[in-house]
């Protein structure tokens, strides 16, 4: 039961999704956020994030069967029918909202559940098949962490939190078209207008470079927003800046596939760092 609530729910890519919420949150209040807070918030994010996971998987499943990447997913596999997946994941869903509504504030759960609402029908049922820029307008469910954060603290949305959204949707691009290089031919095969398929991979590193350009700068000018990141923040992102666009210039240059999955997997990194960064240095 462990392992298909695992499957079903991509807790890999959740714990990024916590982990950007967490920066919000202690930067949402003048002192430390409480292990209550911080707990409650949390598990309310991961159990929407996990039903997102749920009914996107829900609505995917044919396009999941013939994806070699997808194909073995509990719903495709058999391993549960689309029905209890899809009563499943609207059972979490209301179950998160009202413990984050009940426990934390209702600023917080609108957060949560708008990020589902566009993860759900913006990007997986309306742009996912429909332009290569699927990504680009439909990351957007990806980047409310940060408000979530603010929200559960001080049950507002404050500058600082949308300069956190705006790092995270100019991340999101370079992050899933270095996967959509890698898995081209997945892609490709299920009728899925990712830009490697539709552009060509020449076109996706240009913009891949493009974008972690446009994000490294939103990271070096969060320290110019808010007067609690010191000159740790700051050094700690000009290394990662120079680090992320170095690594995007070489698969610039070699458009190599593997190199493209090593990017996607080091951006998940450097987000992460960032974050950490974040919370360590507005508290020193």
């Known amino acids: 039961m462990f392992r298909l609530w695992n499957q079903l729910t991509k807790p890999r890519v959740t714990v990024l999704v916590l982990a ?8 949402g209040t003048s002192g430390y956020p409480s292990l209550y807070a911080i707990s409650i918030t949390l598990f309310g994010t ?71 609402l566009l993860y759900v029908f913006l990007y997986t049922i309306w742009l996912k098949p429909r332009t290569e820029q699927n990504i680009v307008i439909g990351g957007i469910s990806g980047c409310i962490g940060p408000l979530i954060g603010y929200a559960a603290m001080a049950n507002t949305l404050p500058v600082q939190a949308w300069i956190m959204f705006l790092m995270i949707f100019l991340w999101t691009p370079a992050h899933f078209w270095a996967l959509a290089i890698f898995l081209k031919d997945d892609y490709e095969f299920a009728g899925i207008p990712m830009m490697p398929v539709v552009s060509g991979i020449q076109k996706t590193v240009n913009q891949i470079f493009l974008y972690a350009f446009a994000y490294s700068l939103s990271v070096i000018g969060f320290y110019f927003v808010d007067d609690r990141m010191g000159y740790l923040f700051l ?50």
């Open 235 to 284: 050094l700690s992102a000009i290394v990662l800046t120079i680090l992320i666009l170095t690594f995007a210039y070489r698969l610039k240059l070699s458009m190599d596939k593997v190199l493209a999955k090593r990017f996607f997997f080091f951006s998940i990194l450097h987000l992460f760092l960032v974050s950490i960064a974040i919370v360590i240095d507005s508290k020193i």
């Open 46 to 116: 991961y159990l929407m994030s996990s039903a997102s996971f749920i009914l996107n998987q829900y609505i995917e499943r044919e396009r999941d069967a013939v994806m070699y990447r997808t194909k073995q997913r509990p719903i495709p596999a058999g391993e549960i029918s689309p029905t209890k997946a899809l009563v499943l994941g609207i059972v979490v869903t209301i179950l998160a909202f009202v413990i984050l509504t009940y426990f934390i504030n209702l600023l917080t759960a609108v957060c949560a559940l708008s990020a589902l």
């Open 20 to 27: 950007t919420v967490l920066p919000g949150m202690y930067l």
